[in-house]
Nanobody
Framework: QVQLVESGGGSVQAGGSLNVSCVLS????????MGWFRRAPGKEREFVSA????????RYADSVKDRFTISRDNAKNTAYLQMNSLKPEDTAVYYC???????????????????WGQGTQVTVSS
C-alpha cells in the first residue's frame, strides 16, 4: 500500500520561506505525478501545485505562482514545495498526493489523485 508523509511545516513570519517535503513509500512502483493541495481554516481544500514524473511540467495556482517552486527527487521518492515570500493567507494544512494515471497533463483536480498524506501545518504570521 502506498503511503505519503509530509514534513517540514512550521511557523514563519510574513515574507519568510519554508520548504515542505513529501516522501512516498510502500508499493512505489511505476511513474506518477505528485501534487500539493492545502486547506485553510474554514475553507475548502484547494490546488497549490503539481509536477509530472520527469519534473518538466510543473503547474501552480495563480495565488502562489512566482513564489512557490515544486520539485522532486525520484531516487528518493520525494517531492518538495519551496515556499518563498509567504503571506498570512498561505496559512493552511498542506497535503501531498500521488496520481498514477498515465496522463499527459498534470491534473489540478484532487479527484484525480489516488493517494494522500495526512498533511503538515504551515502558519504565516504578520
Amino acid at each position: 500500500q502506498v503511503q505519503l508523509v509530509e514534513s517540514g511545516g512550521g511557523s514563519v513570519q510574513a515574507g519568510g520561506s519554508l520548504n515542505v517535503s513529501c516522501v512516498l513509500s510502500g508499493r512505489s512502483f511505476g511513474s506518477y505525478a505528485m501534487g500539493w493541495f492545502r486547506r485553510a481554516p474554514g475553507k475548502e481544500r484547494e490546488f497549490v501545485s503539481a509536477i509530472n514524473w520527469s519534473g518538466s511540467a510543473p503547474r501552480y495556482a495563480d495565488s502562489v505562482k512566482d513564489r512557490f517552486t515544486i520539485s522532486r527527487d525520484n531516487a528518493k521518492n520525494t517531492a518538495y514545495l519551496q515556499m518563498n515570500s509567504l503571506k498570512p493567507e498561505d496559512t493552511a494544512v498542506y497535503y501531498c498526493a500521488a496520481d498514477y494515471r498515465l496522463n499527459r497533463i498534470v491534473s489540478t483536480h484532487q479527484d484525480d489523485y489516488d493517494y494522500w498524506g495526512q498533511g503538515t501545518q504551515v502558519t504565516v504570521s504578520s
